[in-house]
């Protein structure tokens, strides 16, 4: 994925028909919630120069507690105070294993991810954390997490001759077969464990989102391992311009969706063979003399139900049983199987 503007433009020639408007764009901040989510971790998100907290997930409260308003982080040593700044903002992202994490005046020793974004010409910073143990431990917990993890990070600069440069790739690449020595060394360019059929669209996808001058998109293609397996992933991708709307870095968080798809099409074939059930299956809640419907399969529409109707509360279920058998019908389980029993004898026969 060499996405210079100018090498994207002339790895694409013309329009491929690729639908715009399927693009998904999202935020860098909505990227680092979903990681945070993906792993259940406590997160920070907050303005570098101010402080200004724009958001702090349920797990990260638990720690620090709840209207958190101000943070601010130092590295936990004073003689790697330089390094750590030098690091970060040269790779953008970093595993640091003494922070010191100021919030609204109190101070907390953390090791975590920090990550160091532009948000409406902000600098800002994202710190996935957690408190430190001992003096030895770290965030050997947190590296675990990430490099054991279904979201794989790669930064990629672009240098003045339009050559693609590997700046970091996550150790959980051998997920996928390869290490990250074979992208360091040049061996591997981030394009290479495209699949090459999605490889086009996914190029004139990115050349479109670059020329809009977007800074995060989301595409979604295969990846081919190293032994030539496809894996379906979403490539959550942040884009970096220089004054000449000409891409200098990109990021791509990459994740896996093959449990995804797989519990997607499961569904699919039980909707599928749901429908093509002879029996309509209704569920009701009976709450304070309330009656609610949970679900109604979707081949009550054999019977003539308006099945999203009754989903949206805009007719009853007691309105498709025949009127000289209403008063005879009572809310309890027999009666449901009762009524079950006449839908099932009602069509197919």
Known sequence: METGRTAVENTISGNSGTDKSELKNFTRIDIFKEFASYMEYPMVIFEAKSGKVIDINYEAEVLLGKDIKNISIEPGRAFTRVEFWNVLRTKKSLIWHRIRLVADSKEYLVSGLVNEMTVDDKLVYSVLFEFRADMNIGSLTLERIVNHGK?????????????????YVSQNINRYGYTRAQFYDGGKKASDVV????????????????????????????LVTEENELIPVRLMCHFYYDNQW??????????DRSEELKKSSENEYLSNAMFKMKS?????????????????????????????????????????????????????SCCQRYFRLCADMSYGT
């Open 151 to 167: 979201l794989v990070g790669i930064h990629v600069s672009i240098d003045d001759d339009n050559e693609c440069h590997v700046e």
């Open 195 to 222: 699949c090459p059929e999605d490889l086009d669209n996914l190029m004139d996808n990115v050349s479109y989102a670059i020329k809009q001058h977007l800074d995060d998109s989301s595409f979604e293609c295969r």
């Open 246 to 255: 000409k891409v200098t870095d990109y990021e791509v968080v990459a994740l």
């Open 280 to 332: 309509v299956v209704i569920v009701k809640s009976f709450h304070a003399g309330k009656r609610t419907l949970k679900y109604i399969s979707p081949n009550a529409v054999k019977l003539g139900m308006n099945v999203e109707a009754l989903r949206q509360g805009n007719k009853l279920t007691e309105d498709y049983i025949h009127p000289e058998d209403r008063d005879g019908v009572c809310i309890s």
